[in-house]
């Protein structure tokens, strides 16, 4: 399942469309894409206007994605959101590998990539699980 969103590349506000045969994501393109594609859950707002360097927006967003959707223990298909301090700012979506929870993410200057639950969680004062 990985490989499948592995070759893609960061962009901000990316959907999952395909440019040169690549598909391009910010961290919310990949929540939304996997959480739909890969665990059949319904497809999260859009949210395409996001500008993904603008910290009050991302938050802004973020409370709106999470409407409708309910928070939740660690479980495959969850979207982890990140806080740092009273502010949203990074998402990833949790996913097993190898019977092991982690989180697949995307990133500026990363990409696409799946860490342990733990490495995922050190950069950030809170993350939430919703479902």
Request: aromatic fraction near 8%; hydrophobic fraction near 35%; glycine fraction near 10%.
């Amino acid at each position: 399942m990985l490989e499948h969103y592995r070759s893609a590349l960061y962009q901000d506000g990316g959907r999952g469309e395909r440019v040169g045969g690549v598909r391009l994501f910010d961290c919310y393109g990949l929540v939304r894409a996997v959480r739909a594609e890969q665990y059949g859950l319904p497809l999260m707002p859009e949210l395409g206007d996001v500008q993904p360097r603008d910290s009050r927006q991302v938050h802004r967003s973020s409370s709106a994605a999470v409407q409708g959707l309910a928070r939740c223990e660690l479980q495959p298909g969850a979207m982890a959101l990140c806080w740092q301090g009273s502010l949203a700012r990074h998402c990833g979506v949790v996913v097993p590998v190898n019977d092991r929870l982690g989180v697949l993410e995307c990133e500026r200057g990363i990409n696409v990539r799946w860490q342990p639950l733990r490495a995922f969680c050190r950069d950030y004062s809170t993350v939430e699980f919703y479902t």
